[in-house]
């Protein structure tokens, strides 16, 4: 290995949506680079047209943008380098690296079946044949011509030494009939020339490494590092599929986790420093090698998830937070009215410690955005008898009187209340709470008085007492 400044990519094909594995990838890659003080770049493989569209480009660009996971160059379109591919198999003709092979695809049947009864992999006969001993405007395919014998060895970084015989790989295609670079070609190609030192994706692509160190070796470039990670398994140990729940980056937002949980988690998804369960990026960064991913599959734990997401719950700004917020009220068209976001914000703070999502702490600031009078639930009509009504007109005026509506003067107000009536605060605290909820879940009295506001707290006391008992 030469000390080139290290450089990784990910390289996602735009399929639509962005699947967590990919998500997890990019992070490794992001965190390797970041760790050796490299580049972290993004290439998109749209070679497959039809699949290919804006939208399914932009995807994975939100994706990226939502992890916080920030290319260091523009990303580079592979299917715009199609002439460059090409030209690299010119090069490899010329270097002998290469041939044209012109069988028709009826030879190509009978060789297919020949070398399955023999037990072999398909060889083409024009791999030793000279130029010229075909018709002129015959298609051909352009194989790789590889060794035939010997191993080829992908000392891989998390799977270890993972050696493959030669004579079980064929001369792999090139580029098609129609002049169309492969897959295979492509992505070496590619990776040669954006500088990539170090690769690192899913270990679907392991046996790629082997045909795609041929390449390299074809054309006499440095081969990569190579990183194959193990697959992200759901929680009963199988393969992450639709019925584990969400699969896609985009889910994950939408069931409220915010990012910098994510990168937590997935940090720790075939990764991990000790016993550490919450670690900042810095400390990530710092500590992470991708000799230290594990080899075996790493399964989704929607505990572990959801205690880090409350987590940072509890430690994000509240604007933040008030931001993300109002977004979920939209999205499910909760009417929202001005100075909403303001009461939001100030009352994120006070109910988010149980919050194991933004969807619950969207849920639990809608009692303090109802709009008055409320509609008092039947348990709360029950509790306001005459005595206690005449007890909350009476902390009504209390309250009015406070000159801080702050949780701490708030709940010495509403003790030094219930202290002058001689009475425990249950004779009506739940009826005060029924009153400024109207039966919605809230944190307790004082943090909803400031929730709400003075104005909003003392109004909805006047309606519920001016209601007909
Ligand atoms: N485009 C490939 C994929 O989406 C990744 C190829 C690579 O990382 O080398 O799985």
Redesign the pocket.
């Known amino acids: 290995m030469s000390d080139r400044p290290v450089v990784t990519?990910?390289?996602?094909?735009p399929?639509g949506s962005m699947h967590i594995g990919?998500a997890r990838?990019a992070l490794f890659n992001w965190l390797y680079a970041k760790h050796t003080g490299g580049k972290f770049l993004l290439?998109i493989?749209d070679t497959d047209r039809e699949r290919s569209t804006d939208a399914a480009v932009q995807v994975i660009f939100d994706g990226l943008d939502w992890l916080g996971l920030k290319p260091d160059a523009e990303p580079v379109f592979q299917f715009a380098r199609a002439d460059r591919h090409r030209a690299v198999v010119e090069e490899m003709l010329a270097r002998g690296g290469a041939y044209r092979c012109y069988m028709t695809p009826d030879e190509l049947e009978i060789e297919r079946e020949a070398a399955r009864a023999e037990g072999r992999v398909i060889r083409s006969p024009w791999r030793d044949r000279g130029a010229g001993n075909y018709d002129e405007g015959q298609p051909y395919v352009v194989r790789l011509k590889s060794p035939l014998e010997g191993e080829t060895v992908i000392a891989d970084q998390v799977k270890g030494q993972v050696t493959f015989q030669n004579k079980t790989l064929d001369d792999l295609i090139l580029l098609r009939s129609d002049g169309s670079p492969t897959?295979n070609l492509a992505?070496v190609v590619d990776?040669h020339d954006m500088g990539i030192t170090h690769?690192i994706?899913?270990d679907?692509?392991l046996n790629?490494a082997a045909r795609?160190t041929l390449i390299y070796q074809a054309m006499d470039w440095e081969v990569p590092v190579w990183a194959h990670l193990p697959l992200i398994h759901g929680p009963d140990g199988t393969k992450l599929s639709k019925r584990h729940g969400a699969q896609a980056v985009s889910e994950f937002d939408d069931m409220g986790y915010l990012p910098e949980a994510m990168r937590n988690y997935l940090a720790k998804l075939g990764w991990g420093h000790g016993d550490d369960e919450i670690f900042s990026d810095a400390q990530a960064i710092s500590w992470f090698d991708v000799k230290d991913v594990v080899g075996a599959p790493a399964r989704l734990d929607w505990d572990k998830l959801n205690h880090l997401n409350n987590h940072y719950i509890r430690q994000a700004e509240p604007a933040r937070l008030a931001k993300l917020v109002v977004g979920v009220h939209k999205s499910r068209d909760f009417p929202l009215h001005d100075g909403d976001d303001v009461i939001i914000e100030r009352t994120v703070p006070l109910v988010r410690d149980g919050a194991k999502t933004m969807l619950e702490l969207a849920d639990a600031t809608v009692f303090a955005l109802k709009r008055r009078p409320l509609e008092l639930p039947e348990k709360a009509k029950g509790l306001l008898t005459d005595e206690t009504r005449g007890r909350l007109l009476r902390l009504r005026a209390h309250l009015d009187g406070q000159a801080t509506w702050e949780v701490p003067t708030l709940e010495a107000a509403l003790r030094g209340f219930a202290e002058a009536e001689g009475v425990g605060m249950g004779k009506f605290g739940p009826a005060l709470r029924g009153v400024l909820s109207g039966g919605s879940p809230a944190p307790d009295l004082a943090g909803a008085l400031v929730s709400l506001g003075k104005p909003e707290s003392l109004g909805r006391l006047d309606d519920a007492l001016s209601q007909p008992a």
């Open positions: 990519r990910i390289a996602p094909s399929t990919t990838t290439r493989e897959y992505v990776d690769v994706r899913g679907d692509h790629n795609q």
